[in-house]
Nanobody, 116 residues
Framework: QVQLVESGGGLVQAGGSLRLSCAAS????????MAWFRQAPGKERDLVAL????????YYAESVKGRFAISRDNAKNTVFLQMNSLKPEDTAVYYC?????????WGLGTQVTVSS
């Protein structure tokens, strides 16, 4: 069992930065690929970024490529999302996800609001 708790969201002006954290419980954290998703009001939940278990392979949605960076610290059971050059369209609830062939775990989300 893995429990995920996101933090670091908030209100920021366009062009600003935020760093999201996702703290995971459970001894098997390091075996899971981890991802950040986001969901804006009235829209579907979309994949933002993905990182493999060792941290040496990442994937980004086109809309955030070059602005966001995902990373993980397996010793601290934490995954991060550094968000730079934020835009109003980045406003959403951001969710942390741990998923493998058998399991699919989600956090409760953290709100990110970018003002213009």
């Amino acid at each position: 069992q893995v429990q995920l708790v996101e933090s670091g969201g908030g209100l920021v002006q366009a062009g600003g930065s935020l760093r999201l954290s996702c703290a995971a419980s459970g001894r098997t954290f390091s075996t899971y690929p981890m991802a950040w998703f986001r969901q804006a009001p009235g829209k579907e939940r979309d994949l933002v970024a993905l990182i493999n278990w060792s941290g040496d392979t990442t994937y980004y949605a086109e809309s955030v490529k070059g602005r966001f960076a995902i990373s993980r610290d397996n010793a601290k059971n934490t995954v991060f999302l550094q968000m730079n050059s934020l835009k109003p369209e980045d406003t959403a609830v951001y969710y942390c996800n741990a998923r493998n062939w058998r399991d699919d775990y989600w956090g409760l989300g953290t709100q990110v609001t970018v003002s213009s």
